[in-house]
């Protein structure tokens, strides 16, 4: 099975940082990658798929960027609203697997 | 609106059987993809099964696999998942989440999910 790698774990920026989460996989999955925030508490929700299709109704500071095996998302200018944990998810053939997950923190 | 509404959680002993249930709303059901995300207290997300919207074929994670059965009632617009053979690491919060077509199997709407308890 792919294994997928996320880094970092853990993350703290200030507000207005460019912030960066990088997805690894342990095989080419071509664009089959889709990226979600879960805030504190609540439901995941998706921000990007095909690794760089911003889902409508996301703020256009979130952008994804790769293929293969490296993805990146990044945060152009962070709010304080973006805390939150990060995963990415591979979804080209089952099993689905979803990467560790990253938890950012405001400074 | 795109609604999911998961019913059927609760406290279970290890070994017992539980049935989860979905209701879907808001959007034409046969025609996307269903699944089954799960998160154990203060973990990451798990994907536990997809099943496509005609219902012909479905698909498990290794740790659930002969164990849960996903099913769906395109009739009813309700999805399904029955649990047997629960073990404590099953326990978590089980979310219904829609894939944006039949056969893809990205999340695009999530219900709030229901929480399965597996414990003597």
């Known amino acids: 099975d792919i294994q997928m790698t996320q880094s970092p774990f853990f993350l703290s920026a200030s507000v207005g940082d460019r912030v960066t989460i990088t997805c690894r996989a342990s095989?080419?999955?071509?664009?089959?990658l889709a990226w979600y925030q879960q805030e504190p508490g609540k439901v995941p929700k998706l921000l990007i798929y095909?690794?760089?299709t911003l889902q409508p109704g996301v703020p256009s500071r979130f952008s994804g960027s790769g293929s293969g095996t490296e993805f990146t998302l990044t945060i152009s200018s962070l709010q304080p609203e973006d805390v939150a944990t990060y995963y990415c998810?591979?979804?080209?053939?089952?099993?689905?697997?979803f990467g560790q997950g990253t938890k950012l923190e405001i400074k | 609106e795109v609604q999911l509404s998961e019913s059927g959680g609760g406290l279970v002993n290890p070994g017992g059987s539980l049935r989860l249930s979905c209701a879907a709303s808001?959007?034409?059901?046969?025609?996307?993809?269903m699944n089954w995300v799960r998160q154990a207290p203060g973990k990451g997300l798990e994907w536990v099964s997809s099943?496509?919207?005609?219902?012909?074929?479905?698909y498990y994670a290794d740790s659930v696999q002969g164990r849960f059965t996903t099913s769906r009632d395109n009739s009813k617009n309700t999805l399904f998942l029955q649990m047997n053979s629960l073990r404590a690491e099953d326990t978590a919060i089980y979310y219904c989440?829609?894939?944006?077509?039949?056969?893809?199997?990205?999340?695009?709407?999530w219900g709030q999910g229901t929480l399965v308890t597996v414990s003597s």
């Open positions: 989440a829609r894939g944006p077509l039949s056969d893809i199997f990205y999340f695009d709407s």
């Open positions: 998810l591979k979804y080209n053939s089952a099993p689905y697997t």
């Open positions: 099943i496509t919207g005609s219902g012909g074929s479905t």
């Open positions: 808001g959007f034409t059901f046969n025609s996307y993809a």
């Open positions: 095989q080419g999955i071509s664009a089959y």
């Open positions: 095909a690794a760089s």
